[in-house]
Structure formats: structure tokens, C-alpha cells
């Protein structure tokens, strides 16, 4: 077992013995570097107070539920005397604190879990104060933020601990059904019947490096599989590849980072004053490019790709990541964002702009966990009333086993099911390759754009030529016949608007684009966010009912 609270070593009180690294720091060191050990970046498990501390504003928590009288269900022998060794010890009621409080200005409920109370197990008491905290979070109509650690269920309570687990994840339920925000932070450890219910039930899940999660306990599968685990596993690393949480964020920007979530998701973020890009007068003789020219162009590794407009055009982006079934799909970006004040979720196809980062993006090809990613945040934007604007840039879906084991049919198919459904406006932006089924996927809009040189097609050029004429090398000539520019595809009604190129897209032109998007975004939303919610549904039903 890792020694992991703060504890001094007999010989010198104010130094501290890092578990990890066996080094002594000085204790107001560590306590200066936000319970980090200031070698190795160990994180200590930090107390109620101080995780008060470290995300509250000064003097703003008002703690709720204080004073639930302890109960014994199944009067368990000696566990009235170990509650009260423990509330001595620890100064806590109950290994939860649960209350309100501001966080940069904004309203919020939040619970802290303490490991040093009973590992931070939960019972009756420690149930009933978070459900009742949400109930009253639900009625007063505030988002809860909950710092997650426990060793799981509380063995003296037996079943009605067990039941903790139920009760709980129902109470988030309602929460969410009133269109709340939830956001667990997961922290060194969380395990069994914690992660099992309500640490895995938020809109956004983050969590703190290296932290301990799972639901088994790794001394119990290494027990039953008997084999020794890798390093690393069920830390928050392996959860965020796993998809199982949104971010893992460091103890110094935590505050900020849950602040920027508190003030897209109330929508209180201020306009942005940014200037303008500033044209330089000089006008360039643009020659239009060929149908082919553009197939070219658009696989040129230098044209800008989901990520670089993501970050011109809008402030204050926060990625997320992971399904919540498998992976993260990293050719898959996404998460939110203002736009001159106004909240929004954005998604993309990164492709990446050098060969490294190609790699990692798997050339723009996205896997099923990458539809899944992308569907959950529209579903999330969706809760939350914001518009969804998608980047679209993809050869097409990843043709692999694994892709095909994991349904990659299944998960494009489940898109263009519930996108067609959504109750907010989805813009969806063809700015390089749209690769048929793979480009779709993410391009259910009520409106569709695309630039200037992007192409959009059922099958590559080559693909095309190689079926109906037997000769992949006639790819030009293809290309030139299958209407896949933006001029073919607006002339067909496929796509509602042209994006101007400039030239060309690439990083001289990218700030004038992204100004040429940032006007004509806000347009969009103004013209889209009045109409309901079924309104929105029902024109984008009819926009794909006339093909
Ligand atoms: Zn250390």
C-alpha cells in the first residue's frame, strides 16, 4: 500500500518523506506547490480543507448537511466506537463534505471525499449527504462538482452501503434531467462501489494525474488473473485512453479549468474583444484550380486542418476526450468553446500538419470510439442548449479490424440517427476531404458549408475510376466528372454556401478565413437559435428528405 497523506517523519516535524520518490521536502513546500511533492510531482491526497481551499472562492463555502446523526444498520460489532475514533482523528462528521460555494464567481455545489475517513468508503451517511446535496442542487437549480476517493463500499454497513450506489446515480439522474451540469473529479483513488455509480455519471469528467481508478482494486485482479499489472494501470492516464474521462487536469490550473467549464456552460463568458485580422492590401490573381488541382490541394499536408481553425476561430477552447465505452479517438477532437461570448461545442476531423502528428491523428481516418466521442458531446451540447459546429476533414473512416470489430458501421449509422434528431442548430464546415460515410458521420448539419477547394464525394477519385473503369489511373479524369467540388455540390443543393480560400487555405490565409467563419458562425447561430428546439429537428429532417 502506498503512503500517500501527508506525514512527517519522526526525526524532523516540518519535513515530509515523499512515497515516491523518498526525498525530503520542507512542509510549507509542498503545501506551497498544492500538495505536490516539488521533486517528482508525486500528488498527496489532500484533505477536506484544503481541497476547499484550493478551488473555492476565499470564504464562500457553506457547508450543508452537517450533523446527520450516524447510524449502525446491522449493529455491526465495534463500528460505533471506530465512527467516533474517526471523527475524533479526523475532525470530519463523515468521510464527505458536502456544500455550496462560488468558484470564479459562479454558483456550484460540491462534495469532497476524504481518504483518511474509512478510506473514504461509503455508507448510509456519506450516501445520504451526497443525495441530498444533489436534490438540493436540483432544486435550486446549480451544477455539482464532486471530488471523488474512496476505497469503495463501506463493509461494516453491508448491504444498505451497497444500496449507496443506487441511490446516488438516481439523485445524478434527476440532476441531469433538469438540464444540470455534473462534473466528477476523480482523485487518488477511486475504486469500486464510488466509480461503479456516480464518479463515471458526469457530463464532464476530469481527472487528476495519476490517480488511482477502477473498479476492482489491483490487489484483487492480480489475485484473480494472477499475474502481476502493468505500470500505469487503471491510472488516470490509462482511464483518459480509455476514454473514460474527459481530461486529466493538473492541481494548478483545476481551479481555472472548472471556472472556464462553470462559465461556458452558464454562458457568462464576455464577448471577446480579439482584433480583426488586417488585410494587406495587396489582391493576389487567384487562378480557380482544377477538380483535380483540388483533390491535390485538400491532401496537402501543409492545408490547415480542425485544429488550427478551432483555435483561430473561437476563444476558450477546452478539449475533451474518450467515448465512455473503449477509447479516445485522437483523429477526433472536439469540446467547447465560446464565439464572441456565446457558447458552443465544436467538433473535428484532425488530420494533423506534419508527419508525427499524422500519425498519431491516423491521417484523419476516425474509428468507431471517434464517432461515439463525437456523438457524446452533441448529446452533451444538446443538454446544454449549445449550437454544435462540426470541421470536417477525412479521407473517410478508418478501414482496420479493429475499427470493423468495434462497429464502425454501427457507430457512423448512429450518428446520422441521432443527429438528425438534435434540438440544437449543427453547422458542419467541409473545410479539406469529405470522404463519404466516414465524412458524414460528423455532417448532419441544418446547414452545410464548404470551402472554396474542399471536395465532398462518395469515393476517392481513384476508388471511383478503379470500379467504373477497371483503371485507378484515371483518377483525374474522374475527378473531373464526379461533381465533388464546392461549385458542383452547391449548384446539386448538396451544401448551402462556399467558404472563401483567399488564395488558398494555409497558414498566410488561415486568420482571414477564420474571420470570414467568425462572422458568418454568429450569423448563422442568430438565424438558427430562435427557432425550437423540434423546429431545428424538423428543418434538418427536410433538408435531407429532398435528396
Ligand atoms: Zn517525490
Not at 72 to 101: H, M, Q
Not at 340 to 347: D, H, L, Q, Y
Not at 351 to 365: I, L, P, S, W
Amino acid at each position: 500500500m502506498r503512503l500517500l497523506n501527508l506525514f512527517r517523519s519522526k526525526e524532523a516535524p516540518d519535513y515530509i518523506v515523499c512515497p515516491t520518490c523518498g526525498r525530503r521536502a520542507e512542509r510549507h513546500d509542498i503545501v506551497a506547490n498544492n500538495y505536490i511533492c516539488t521533486f517528482c510531482g508525486h500528488y498527496y491526497r489532500v484533505r477536506t480543507n484544503n481541497r476547499i481551499k484550493m478551488v473555492a472562492d476565499a470564504g464562500s463555502f457553506t457547508p450543508w448537511f452537517k450533523d446527520l446523526a450516524a447510524v449502525n444498520p446491522l449493529d455491526f460489532p465495534g463500528y460505533d466506537d471506530k465512527l467516533a475514533a474517526t471523527r475524533e482523528k479526523t475532525g470530519l462528521d463523515e468521510g464527505v463534505t458536502v456544500g455550496e460555494c462560488r468558484i470564479g464567481g459562479e454558483r456550484a455545489v460540491i462534495g469532497v471525499c476524504d481518504s483518511r475517513f474509512l478510506m473514504g468508503s461509503m455508507g448510509h451517511v456519506y450516501g445520504e449527504k451526497i443525495t441530498l446535496a444533489v436534490e438540493k442542487a436540483t432544486e435550486l437549480g446549480l451544477p455539482v462538482i464532486m471530488f471523488t476517493c474512496s476505497g469503495g463500499a463501506r463493509m461494516q454497513e453491508g448491504i444498505i452501503s451497497l444500496m449507496q450506489m443506487e441511490k446516488t446515480s438516481a439523485a445524478f439522474k434527476r440532476h441531469s434531467d433538469a438540464g444540470l451540469l455534473y462534473i466528477p473529479v476523480l482523485t487518488d483513488p477511486t475504486t469500486g462501489g464510488v466509480t461503479a455509480s456516480f464518479a463515471m455519471l458526469g457530463d464532464i469528467i476530469l481527472a487528476e494525474p495519476g490517480a488511482l481508478v477502477g473498479f476492482a482494486g489491483p490487489r484483487v485482479i492480480e489475485q484473480t488473473i494472477g499475474q502481476k499489472l502493468p505500470d500505469g494501470f487503471q491510472r488516470s492516464e490509462f482511464i483518459l485512453e480509455h476514454g473514460f474521462c474527459d481530461a486529466i487536469v493538473e492541481r494548478k490550473d483545476l481551479k481555472d479549468t472548472l471556472t472556464r467549464i462553470l462559465k461556458i456552460t452558464n454562458g457568462t463568458l464576455p464577448a471577446n474583444l480579439k482584433p480583426r485580422y488586417e488585410k494587406n492590401g495587396e489582391k493576389k490573381d487567384i487562378v480557380p484550380l482544377s477538380a483535380w488541382d483540388k483533390v491535390k490541394a485538400v491532401r496537402s499536408i501543409k492545408r490547415p486542418s480542425a485544429l488550427a481553425y478551432i483555435n483561430t476561430v473561437f476563444d476558450d477552447f477546452i478539449e475533451f476526450h474518450g467515448d465512455r465505452y473503449f477509447a479516445d479517438d485522437k483523429c477526433v477532437v472536439g469540446g467547447i468553446a465560446t464565439l464572441n461570448g456565446k457558447s458552443v461545442t465544436v467538433i473535428g476531423i484532425e488530420k494533423g500538419q506534419d508527419m508525427a502528428e499524422c500519425k498519431r491523428r491516423n491521417f484523419g481516418m476516425p474509428s468507431p470510439e471517434g464517432y461515439r466521442k463525437a456523438l457524446r458531446l452533441m448529446k452533451q451540447a444538446e443538454k446544454f442548449n449549445r449550437p454544435v459546429i462540426t470541421f470536417v476533414n477525412t479521407p473517410g473512416a478508418f478501414p482496420g479490424m479493429e475499427a470493423e470489430e468495434n462497429g464502425q458501421g454501427e457507430a457512423i449509422a448512429r450518428n446520422l440517427y441521432e443527429m438528425s434528431a438534435l434540438k440544437v442548430p449543427v453547422l458542419a464546415l467541409m473545410i479539406g476531404e469529405g470522404g463519404s460515410g466516414g465524412a458524414l458521420g460528423l455532417a448532419v448539419g441544418n446547414e452545410v458549408w464548404m470551402m472554396e477547394n474542399a471536395t465532398y464525394s462518395v469515393l476517392s477519385p481513384e476508388g471511383f475510376a478503379s470500379i467504373l473503369w477497371k483503371d485507378g489511373k484515371r483518377a483525374a479524369e474522374a475527378a473531373g466528372v464526379m461533381c465533388i467540388t464546392a461549385e458542383d455540390l452547391k449548384r446539386l443543393g448538396i451544401i448551402e454556401r462556399i467558404i472563401p480560400e483567399y488564395g488558398e487555405a494555409s497558414e498566410e490565409t488561415i486568420a482571414e478565413i477564420a474571420d470570414y467563419l467568425k462572422d458568418n458562425i454568429q450569423e448563422f447561430i442568430k438565424k438558427y437559435e430562435v427557432m425550437s428546439g423540434d423546429a431545428l429537428a424538423e428543418q434538418r429532417y427536410q433538408r435531407f428528405r429532398k435528396y
